[in-house]
């Protein structure tokens, strides 16, 4: 069993910078954590301090149900892979691989079993003779994994490890570290700035701003019910959409004013506005891209809910989907459609909204409005 416990958990440096502010997290034996934000938000102190490699001002930190706060980095028992890979340049790939075994002065035999084990995972036996020069990349980042693996650690610690690598080589890279978590059953702690990144690889994620974690979820959870502004914009690409509304009455029907327009709303919406107190109050709508479609000329005009007339100015060609860019209140927005759409630039057209995917947002403390249970009910 291979544990994690994080207990309002702080750092504070001499100048009075709070870098990570009350975290708090218990980690499970295999599962694979990551933890994500903007740079500077506190995830890889967070990372060091589990390590030991930044001192815990507050707060206690646990592995294995023993606290380890002053306990010495080579006796944690942890493996960290860094985004700079920390090989030797002067030692082979094998030499790298055995080199944590022969300071612990491991019998030979058992180095190169291990090594050897190591590289067969890894699928870098035929690299093992070579010097880091001679090797891409994405064999380095596969070296460095390996002297973490070798070690067999109770934990494995990865700081933006794919973020030196190109982007087929990153997609390559997430495949493998996923087949490797399951293949090893072991628990990872892992830090990106890539939300992609996070939302393949991670069986939970953390979420963090400015030192402070803003939610913790599974990367469904995350994605269909973000707890807050913050977290929507974040989790999703294209990031999602957010629209300034008010929520009118008229004849005691509730409809949401967009600029100009108008956005009818359903029945249990309509109860929910009234029972929370927003009624003629200013909200935040939030879509995501691939919730808006846009009408055929032969649907305009027909009445159907969230509909709203803009005029689209640029289109992004994806592949099998396109990026169609318009703008409302001099903002710009996004929506995915199927790359044969016959959407016309520079006309106005409708689109839809799916109501049912739409999420509300206070304009104040920015939380979702909805509870997760009251989400599922918005259809």
């Not at 960290?80 to 790298?96: D, S």
């Not at 929520?247 to 949401?256: A, K």
Request: charged content about 25%; glycine content about 4%.
């Amino acid at each position: 069993m291979s544990t994690l416990e994080l207990k309002n958990i702080n750092k504070i440096y001499e100048n009075g910078v709070a870098a990570v502010r009350d975290f708090n997290l218990e980690v499970k034996d295999k599962e694979f954590i990551i933890f994500v934000g903007p740079s500077g938000c506190g995830k890889s102190t967070t990372l060091r301090m589990i390590a030991g490699l930044e001192e815990i001002s507050e707060g206690e930190l646990w592995i294995d149900n023993s606290l380890v706060n002053y306990v010495e980095t080579k006796d944690r028992d942890l493996a960290m892979v860094f985004q700079n890979y920390a090989l030797y340049p002067y030692m082979t790939v094998y030499e790298n691989l055995a080199f944590s075994l022969r300071v612990r002065k491991l019998p030979k035999k058992e180095i190169d079993e291990k090594v050897r084990k190591t590289a067969k995972i890894l699928q870098i036996e035929e690299l093992l003779f070579r010097k880091p020069k001679a090797l891409s990349g994405g064999q380095k980042q596969r070296v460095a994994i390996g002297s973490a693996i070798v070690r067999e650690p109770k934990l494995f610690l990865m700081d933006e490890p794919l973020s030196n690598l190109d982007a087929k080589l990153r997609a390559q890279m997430r495949v493998e570290i996923a087949k490797l978590h399951k293949e090893l059953s072991t628990t990872i702690i892992y830090v990106t700035h890539d939300q992609t990144e996070a939302m393949t690889l991670g069986t939970k994620i953390v979420v963090m701003k400015d030192g402070i974690v803003q939610q913790i979820a599974q990367p469904k959870d995350l994605y269909e019910n973000p707890i807050n502004k913050f977290v929507a914009g974040f989790i999703g690409a294209p990031a999602m959409n957010f629209i300034d509304a008010v929520v009118r009455v008229r004849y005691r029907e509730l409809y949401l004013e967009v600029l100009d327009q108008e956005i009818q709303i359903n029945d249990f919406l309509s109860r929910e506005f009234y029972a929370k107190g927003y009624v003629n109050e200013k909200i935040v709508i939030g879509i995501r891209p691939e919730d808006i479609s846009f009408l055929t000329k032969e649907e305009q005009d027909v009445s159907q809910d969230s509909i709203i007339t803009v005029v689209p100015d640029l289109r992004e060609l994806l592949g099998a989907e396109a990026n169609i860019y318009f703008k409302l209140a001099n903002k710009t927005f996004c929506a995915v459609v199927p790359a044969d759409n016959n959407i016309k630039l520079n006309e106005p057209t409708q689109l839809v909204m799916k109501q049912n995917k739409m999420l509300f947002f206070d304009v104040t403390t920015e939380e979702n409005i909805f509870s997760i249970q009251k989400n599922k009910n918005f259809a």
